[in-house]
């Protein structure tokens, strides 16, 4: 059976690309994350090819997973970044960002943070309230620079997701009211230290539908064409990210299908000198990426069959935060048990660390499981809860492991700390 192209059943076993996933397990231990270079690639391939040709640039949502050396991937492949903070900027600099490919998102950045993307040459700060815009109005004067500015704008439109990764709409706190977006632009052209050069929105994400995407283009051009009406111009045009991914049997919209009639109507109406930006996360990442996990214990309740593994909500807060689907292949499947139906859970204290619920699996103690399509959001939003340190991650290059951050050492964890004297 395939699961993906990068991790497939051979002889029986699970690789990641040519690597038995048992032999990372050997070598780094368990909970792992193991990414796939080649997986890597590919999904960035989709957008490449989708913008071939095309004044374009695909500015990763490096929030889907900040690890070095996939940002260094994606850097050396073309991409610019979508930044959220002064952590992420230092960050994609450490990794070799070219500043001038840097959009910086977010509703609350603060005034160091500002200077920090300014003094760096950032291409533009997406600006998420009249507050902000005057905030960083001030900062560019006082630095003597000319910051540039896209509006992002709440297009009010329904992705039709997950409530919580849903954000564009009224109701959400992100971006401008789009209504209030052409006093603001106004505002910012009599400004002299900032510089509009864009728009953009973000309207959620794991979309799987392209309607919610044309409605806020649709939405965006009408801003275009009535800023144009009083000579405000724009260099692009940013629709964020959102691109949703296979977690089970979805079918996720390719970069082409976005982006072809995203670049007929920009034509159509007469907009095709304008830049298009997306800022894709997790479909670059999601499906390069599994946690490796062992069975730590079976126990079997009169309720429910639980497999107890080494990996929690602490290391993928997916499934706790959303309810949100993985799934689980046994990474040497076999039938030495009968099939039962088991709650992956994790050994932290809350009844809500579980990883999957109700999965039909022939399991054993010391079993090693894969959880599928962990690329994103994933390490990115491990914690330490339970003083447990942060798994390794491991990036495989066809036979090659490379070891891109080692496991925490629980000393680490409170390394820190300071007892104060009594
Ligand atoms: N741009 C902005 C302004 C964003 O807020 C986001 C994600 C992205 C781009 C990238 O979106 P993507 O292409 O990855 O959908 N933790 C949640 C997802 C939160 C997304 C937050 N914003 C999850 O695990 O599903």
Partial sequence: MTVSPQFEFKNGTLHAENIPLPELADTYATPLYVYSRQALREAWSGYARATEGRNALICYGMKANSNLAILHEFQ???????????????????????????????????????????????????VESAAELERLADIAREVGVRAPVSLRVNPDVDAHTHPYISTGLKENKFGIAIEDAPELYAWAAQSPSLQIVGVDCHIG?????????????????????????????????DLGGGLGIRYHDETPLTPTQLLDPVFRILAERGLDHLQVILEPGRSLVGNAGVLLTRVEYIKHTEARNFAVVDAAMNDLMRPSLYEAWHDVEPVTPHSNTPDRSYDIVGPICESGDWLARERTLSLDQGDLLAIMSAGAYGFSMASQYNTRPRAAEVLVDDTRAHLIRPRETVQQLYACERIPPA
Wanted: proline share 1%; net charge positive.
């Fill in 76 to 126: 050396q492949l073309g991409a610019g970044f979508d930044i959220v903070s002064g952590g992420e900027l230092a960050r994609a600099l450490a990794a070799g960002a070219r500043a001038d490919r840097i959009v910086f998102s977010g509703v609350g950045k603060q005034s160091w943070e500002i200077r920090a993307a300014l003094a760096a040459g950032i291409k533009c700060f997406n």
């Fill in 205 to 237: 994400s794991q979309i799987l539908e392209i309607d919610p995407y044309l409605d806020a283009l649709g939405k965006l051009l009408d801003l275009i064409a009535h800023l144009a009406g009083r000579g405000i111009t724009l260099k692009h045009l």
